[in-house]
């Protein structure tokens, strides 16, 4: 067989241009780790350079003479990053963190106490444990003994979601008010269909949330015609908005008018912010769910981020992830031995159609596979016990990156360099 070679790919590539908007980092000649923190680009840094500029020269003028204000600025970004899932203006907000975030929508949308015996949460068991934590300290909070209403939903025998069985389960059970699932789980990269789920749960009576951490920029969604009730995400990822950059939430418009959990003034209608009431008018839809003051300078780093992920355009960047991903199973196959105790595997499932943005290959010695690679220039990142994720991200990622991947990975197996590395202490029995 012969395998497709990675410099053509790369000169036939539309999106090749947008590397060089982006700063590789010195030290790491290919980095597969943009599921983790994206890469600065040229755009992120000028955009903040800019905000630097106005809060030293206009100082709080900023607020309504920066360009554009500071005032709206969060307004103004959320409606641009609403169309990259699917929503309308208004119906996201883009403020807090991932997991505030999801704090917020729980206090405002979950209803244990309306009466009608609906009281639980389900939730995928393999979930980032991030949102695990903040549903049971939600349900504590509520008053409410998480063993008795948090149902945890487990993968199947070979580690995926079986969608059709969870479909059953959000139908099971008549005490089930709401389920929040990912909408790519971020050990095996499945990607879920969020419409088909979200129509079994609204038949059965549940309400459904999504976690779009490992999708957003790199999947489009369409979550306001799905009928979503929710959604949440970082911007750190495959959006690249930098190290801790502020989160995003979308509240479906049928949710419109509810108020919000958690309250704050930067929640308030924007023409009467500063009317210093006593009484809160909440903005409408999903702005109405920020709390306090937005950070401008982590808004700026999105601003620029965004400008590449909207020229390159979301379907395009999908449609290259997809053969990115699937020129990496290609080559590793190829190259490596699958199968046996000393194989690898695919944690990932292969269908386009379900896979999200990384490669999730499976080794009993993963953890130091992953170390032994990065000394190799070959960054990517180790979720125990066994998964090691390539995450070649499109807008700056190349075929030969991945090509000088498995590259690099044969040449450790080969030499077996990764023993020379420590065991990891959670491997050690
Ligand atoms: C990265 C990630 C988060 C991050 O949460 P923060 O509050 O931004 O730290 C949450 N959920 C999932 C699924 C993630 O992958």
Same mark, same amino acid.
């Given at each position: ?45 000028? &955009? ?48 807090? &963190? ?188 999903? &702005? ?142």
């Amino acid at each position: 067989m012969t395998l497709p070679d990675a410099r053509q790919l790369d000169a036939d590539d539309a999106l090749a241009a947008f590397r060089a908007r982006f700063y590789l980092p010195p030290g790491a000649p290919v980095y597969l780790d943009g599921n983790s923190l994206g890469l600065l680009s040229l755009d992120a840094e000028a &955009s903040v350079r800019r905000v630097l500029e106005e809060w030293k020269t206009l100082a709080i003028g900023g607020w309504l003479e920066g360009r554009p204000p500071w005032f709206t600025l969060a307004e103004t970004l959320a409606d641009r990053v609403a169309a990259l899932v699917g929503a309308g203006p208004g119906q996201v907000a883009v403020t807090n &963190s991932t997991t505030v975030n999801l704090h917020q929508l729980l206090a405002t949308v979950y209803r244990p106490d309306a009466g009608d015996g609906r009281t639980k949460i389900l939730a995928f068991a393999g979930e980032f444990p991030s949102d695990l934590y903040a549903l049971t300290s939600h349900l504590r909070l509520r008053g409410l003994d998480p063993a008795a209403h948090l149902t945890l939903f487990s993968s199947g025998a070979d580690g995926l979601i079986d969608e059709a069985a969870l479909g059953e389960a959000l139908g099971a059970d008549p005490a089930l008010q709401l389920a929040v699932l990912p909408a790519v789980v971020y050990t095996t990269g499945q990607l879920l269909d969020l419409r088909a789920l979200t129509a079994r749960a609204h038949a059965a009576g549940v309400q459904v949330g999504f976690d779009l951490s490992h999708s957003v920029g790199a999947v489009p969604h369409t979550l306001t015609a799905d009928g979503v009730d929710f959604a949440f995400w970082c911007h750190y990822k495959y959006l690249n908005a930098g190290p801790g950059a502020v989160g995003g939430l979308y509240l479906h418009p049928r949710h419109d008018g509810l108020q919000p959990g958690l309250a704050g003034w930067w929640g308030a209608h924007k023409g009467s912010l500063f009317d210093m009431a006593r009484e809160m008018t909440p903005a409408d839809g999903a &702005s109405g769910l920020q709390v306090g003051t937005p950070p401008v300078l982590g808004l700026a780093a999105l601003e620029g981020a965004l400008d590449l992920a909207e020229e390159a355009g979301l379907v395009r960047l999908r449609e290259k992830s997809l053969r990115l991903t699937a020129y990496l199973m290609t080559q590793i196959e190829a190259r490596l031995p699958t199968g046996g105790a000393d194989g690898f595997r695919f944690a990932n499932p292969r269908a386009d159609r379900q896979r999200g943005g990384h490669v999730a290959l499976v080794h009993r010695e993963a953890a130091r596979i992953c170390r032994a690679l990065k000394d190799a220039g070959v960054v990517t990142d180790h979720r125990p016990p066994d998964i090691v994720r390539f995450a070649p991200v499109a807008l700056y990622n190349s075929f030969e990156d991945c090509h000088v991947a498995v590259e690099r990975l044969v040449e450790i197996m080969a030499s077996r360099a990764h023993e020379n590395y420590p065991l990891e202490r959670s491997l050690v029995p």
